[in-house]
């Protein structure tokens, strides 16, 4: 049986150097482009981590971000961990006051509200984007 783990999803473009940490080596799966806002290419990368190492790595992660206009997220099937600049917030699923928390703190960076559709987020890959894709099968 697989180790729990969560779904990181990050965007190259919010890691300064373009790079991720060094602890990720190994737990990338994919990367493809997006249209951000329906403008702004960006790259998506996803990395499976393990669930005991998730709030250690999404550290790792907030460390890394550009200080203003970004936020990467691990998320499983009951919670969703968000990486701010310097800051983690953990949203359990359903918790709209977590959800309510994590997007006022995203705004102190200057991340657009309709970039900030949490509670969709375990559903929809990119609650943002105009037309979704087919489902990918995982």
Do not use: N
């Not at 799966?29 to 981590?49: A, K, N, S």
């Not at 550009?66 to 099937?77: G, I, S, T």
């Not at 969703?80 to 977590?98: K, Q």
């Not at 309709?114 to 979704?132: K, L, N, S, Y």
């Amino acid at each position: 049986m697989a180790s729990p783990s969560l779904r990181a999803v990050v965007i190259t473009q919010s890691l300064a150097g373009g790079v991720l940490p060094a602890a990720f080596v190994g737990m990338e799966d994919r990367r493809y482009p997006h249209l951000l806002d329906e403008q702004t290419p960006i790259e998506i990368i996803e990395l499976t981590v393990p669930a005991e190492r998730a709030e250690a790595l999404a550290l790792e992660l907030a460390a890394t971000l550009k200080p203003q206009l970004y936020y990467a997220h691990l998320l499983d099937e009951e919670r969703m961990l968000v990486a701010f600049p310097r800051t983690l917030v953990d949203i359990p699923r359903g918790d709209t006051d977590a959800i309510a928390h994590a997007r006022r703190i995203g705004a102190l960076f200057g991340i657009p509200d309709e970039q900030m559709r949490f509670a969709e987020m375990w559903d929809t890959d990119h609650p943002d984007a105009p037309t979704q894709p087919e489902a990918s099968s995982r």
